[in-house]
């Protein structure tokens, strides 16, 4: 139990191009989701944090004009990044977690976007 | 401010035990979470304490001091598929997770 679906896995393109990532809850109701950013060999970096049906909380530093999150379902969030540049490029990694604070996130196998 | 340290990077040998500490001041205290992350791939759920003492889930065990700000994640039997990265997390007064830089261990044969 407890899968997260996050397409696509991998994505290269070029610049200027807005790219959209999409997460789902394949077997839970999904209250809250969350973006990470991980560059390589760094730790993972929160993004911003989303409640179904509701505006996401973005973390300081992260543009929320440039990282565009709807959470429109509870099983379904995208994140979409516009007008990418290559200092985008990253490993772009959601995660979902029911309500309940014993709760664990669970992750999607992240995608992997490199902007040329 | 808000803390969770690990050790950056840990070896031990296939078969062995090897302990992975994590210690951390945060906000309050609403759990504690470790993490299994393999190079390349997204993280994967091992454990969660919230009363201090020990969890045991197979080879993996995870412990809770939360007096001392204090947890280790025990692995037993070691395996070479064990090679990954362990990741420290705490639920703070506001549920926010924290997340610690994570822990490489290295398996030899």
């Known amino acids: 139990g407890a899968v997260v679906s996050q397409h696509p896995s991998w994505v290269i393109c070029k610049s200027g191009t807005s790219v959209k990532i999409e997460c789902r809850s394949l077997?839970?109701?999904?209250?809250?989701m969350f973006w990470y950013r991980q560059f390589p060999k760094q730790s993972l970096m929160l993004m911003a944090t989303?409640?179904?049906?509701?505006?996401?909380?973005?973390e300081q530093g992260v543009e929320k004009d440039k990282f565009l999150i709807n959470h429109a379902s509870l099983t379904l969030s995208t994140l979409t990044v516009t007008s990418a540049h290559p200092e985008d490029s990253s490993f772009y990694i959601c995660?979902?977690?029911?309500?309940?604070?014993?709760?664990?996130?669970?992750f999607g196998d992240g995608t992997r976007l490199s902007i040329l | 401010g808000q803390n969770i340290d690990q050790p950056t990077e840990m070896t031990a040998t296939e078969g062995a035990i090897v302990q992975i500490n994590c210690t951390y001041q945060?906000?309050?205290?609403?759990?504690l979470f470790w993490y299994q992350q393999h190079a390349g791939e997204a993280p994967t759920f091992l454990s969660y304490?919230?009363l201090d003492g020990l969890e045991e889930k197979g080879r993996f065990s995870s412990f809770l001091s939360r007096s001392k700000g204090y947890s280790y994640l025990l692995l037993k039997e070691l395996q070479m598929k064990d090679s990954a990265s362990y990741l420290c997390?705490?639920?703070?007064?506001?549920?926010?997770?924290?997340w610690g830089a994570g822990t490489k261990l290295i398996i030899k044969p």
């Open positions: 995660s979902a977690a029911s309500r309940g604070e014993a709760q664990p996130q669970h």
């Open positions: 077997d839970f109701q999904a209250t809250t």
């Open positions: 989303s409640n179904e049906g509701s505006k996401a909380t973005y």
């Open positions: 945060t906000s309050g205290f609403n759990g």
């Open positions: 304490n919230v």
């Open positions: 997390a705490v639920k703070d007064s506001n549920y926010q997770l924290i």
